[in-house]
């Protein structure tokens, strides 16, 4: 599943192979390294995709501080589908790409701005 709105690229895959993949893919495309970013429902595989892939973590520079800090109180749920809306998704494509994550996929976001 691939999606492109104004502001990012997203595309979802099957596993930590195929996302690191996915990354090399986006960089030899043009894309800088601090605009690739790795979401995984397990926050540890996804910091383990982003250390082999060489891609980033939404932090608080993508979300705010504000949002950063209420994420320690969210679900993990709804702490991905704000992870995503600062990416520049809607609510609703957050939703969709969640439910993703959920079922042990993983998601690629490269922004375009």
Same mark, same amino acid.
């Given at each position: 599943?691939?999606?492109?709105?104004?502001?990012?690229? /997203?595309? &979802? &895959?099957?596993?930590?192979?195929? /996302?690191?993949?996915?990354?090399?893919?986006?960089?030899?495309?043009?894309?800088?390294?601090?605009?690739?970013?790795?979401?995984?429902?397990?926050?540890?595989?996804?910091?383990?995709?982003?250390?082999?892939?060489?891609?980033?973590?939404?932090?608080?520079?993508?979300?705010?501080?504000?949002?950063?800090?209420?994420?320690?109180?969210?679900?993990?749920?709804?702490?991905?589908?704000?992870?995503?809306?600062?990416?520049?998704?809607?609510?609703?494509?957050?939703?969709?790409?969640?439910?993703?994550?959920?079922?042990?996929? &993983?998601?690629?976001?490269?922004?375009?701005?």
């Amino acid at each position: 599943m691939e999606s492109t709105n104004m502001k990012s690229y /997203a595309k &979802v &895959v099957e596993n930590g192979t195929q /996302a690191v993949h996915e990354v090399q893919n986006l960089r030899q495309s043009g894309y800088d390294h601090d605009r690739i970013f790795v979401l995984a429902h397990d926050s540890d595989m996804t910091s383990r995709i982003v250390d082999v892939a060489d891609a980033n973590e939404v932090g608080i520079k993508e979300e705010g501080v504000i949002d950063a800090f209420a994420n320690l109180f969210r679900s993990r749920g709804d702490e991905l589908r704000a992870k995503i809306v600062s990416l520049g998704f809607t609510e609703a494509e957050a939703g969709f790409y969640e439910k993703q994550l959920d079922l042990g996929k &993983v998601l690629v976001v490269a922004r375009k701005e």
